[in-house]
């Protein structure tokens, strides 16, 4: 039988063990704040003095200066267009040492990528300072507030809903397939004695994978 913990130990588990994941999350975050290349920015592109002309709140995205890779952002973006630029935030416990930057609109160059079969709005920030890619329903929204002489050279061309649906169909139909195939031949490989049934290795993984998709989908609304 498990013996029960005594008081003394008892009491410095209760202390340490917060401790050390307060400490691991801000390791994590901090890491994470270098390679999106966040730090980069606050420093390049401090915060402006005036307000807002309107805030988007909790919205998703990836940032990553080029060769790092990416770092997802998933609902906690706050996006900002002022009259000198767009003013990027991060929900504060995601980002404790990330500050808000502000990058005027003449530093902004805009494309439209695809990524995993969805186009996103890819903003690249000055030269190689770093990137941010949004959806490109969101981005519009956003252009949409910023001053009248820059929208046309911000402005991306918009996804038809059928065309964004179909995006998400066939990635949703990738990914789940690829995991499933996985699961179901690393499940089978040697003398494995009871293999995942078929139902469960693609079943599982497309129903997680569109629940995903589904709650992306609905951020691009």
């Known amino acids: 039988m498990n013996q029960p913990m005594d008081p003394v130990t008892a009491k410095w588990f209760a202390i340490v063990f917060p401790a050390c994941f307060v ?7 901090t890491m994470l704040g270098f390679i999106s290349g966040w730090f980069t920015l606050q420093r390049r592109y401090p915060r402006g003095p005036g307000g807002p002309i309107r805030t988007f709140r909790m919205k998703s995205g990836s940032m990553g200066r080029f060769g790092l890779g990416r770092v997802s952002m998933n609902g906690i973006l706050n996006l900002a267009p002022t009259h000198n630029g767009l003013r990027v935030g991060v929900f504060r416990l995601f980002g404790p040492f990330q500050r808000p930057f502000e990058v005027p609109w003449n530093e902004i160059q805009v494309e439209r990528r695809t990524r995993f079969l969805v186009p996103g709005a890819r903003l690249t920030f000055g030269i190689d300072e770093g990137n941010l890619t949004l959806a490109v329903g969101l981005w519009n ?18 996804v038809a ?11 949703w ?16 490989a040697g003398t494995h004695p009871s293999p995942v049934p078929l139902a469960i290795c693609y079943g599982v993984p497309a129903f997680v994978v569109g629940i995903g998709m589904f709650g992306f989908w609905m951020r691009t609304r």
């Open 23 to 29: 400490a691991f999350w801000l390791l994590i975050v």
């Open 141 to 158: 929204r956003i252009v949409d507030s910023a001053p009248e002489r820059e929208r046309p050279r911000l402005s991306v061309e918009p």
């Open 161 to 171: 809903a059928q065309a964004l649906a179909a995006a998400l169909l066939g990635a």
């Open 173 to 188: 139909i990738a990914i789940s397939a690829l995991v499933g195939t996985f699961i179901a031949v690393t499940s089978r």
